[in-house]
């Protein structure tokens, strides 16, 4: 049932489609189309599910029925041929991935369709990944496999693990992120007895992997709970030595911009992000992510590193390059670009740039 409704609410354009609704107009509820089946209110979900089981997993369509328990079946109709349509994506996310990706726009909708997979990363402070995977093995009976790139990363291979009940969780042993996450924070190349300004830290999630790599971070958010929520993950990692809260950006050998952004590349972390997230981030992210490279600029004595989990040039490259033509004391030393149907990763964009 959990997966039924994960399906309808991530299918629900396509879905609709397939009922013989009028997808051209759809905000989240289908519009009857002229020539689809009459329904009231009531029977949109029934319909909905009932081309779930049928047009999507394939059941026979008397399965179905006697499954939702809808009297007369939807009409058939072949797949969709436009993107919105056939991936189930709001109008202007069509149009913005086509614009940002051409011909593999496609195949990354296809990537964010399914559930990304469950990465976590091994804390450093207490063990390695190889330990790690063992002691999940022999005490949870948790499978996981050593991911490509990140070298503290382990992907879960066990479905519908018990993490958070397994011993090495409760030991402070893992924390589940990512692999592109923690790209990024390898990106800042962090030092043992260096500083690092972690200049949105949120919940803390590259502050653990920083400290976990030996600097000093320095915490800092504007949201407060998220603060409080990092001191408590800082506990159970036994990191609260490498870790500091600052309530005011202050200089530091490297500066991560972990920067709040329109989260596009997150979009198959949830049925919901896709319908949730705004086109108005597209414009109102880049002006608070230019200032927060502006502080960063100010404050790091090494490198900035400056990271982003969307797709949107105007948040992205423009940002980076817009950066580089007022900031010439620095020089671009990496550019990291991931996405799902090419990484397996989430979607991130990430540039570094080192003092000269």
Known sequence: MVEAVFGVALWRRRLAWHAGFDTSLYTGAPVPHPTGISSSGSDIPVILLTCLLRDLAGLEEARALAITGLATPPPRLPP?????????LPD???????????????????AIATPGPVCLRANRLLTTRDRLAHRLAEDDRIATRPAQRARDALIVETRQANLFG?????????EPQDEGSQLIGLLVEAQPGETVLDLCAGAGGKSLQLAADGALVLAHDVDQGRLDRLRTRAIRACATAKIEIVHTPCPADRVLVDAPCSELGTLRRGPDARWRIEKTALETCPPIQAALLETAAENARRRVVYATCTLNRGENEDIAVQFERTHAEFRRAATLTLLPHRDGTDGFFAAAWDRR
């Open 92 to 110: 202007w996310l069509e149009s913005h991935l086509e614009a940002e990706l051409g011909a593999e726009a496609d195949a990354f909708c296809s």
């Open 80 to 88: 969709p041929a436009r993107l919105a349509d056939r991936w189930s």
């Open 166 to 174: 397994a011993r090495a969780w409760q030991e402070g042993l893992f």
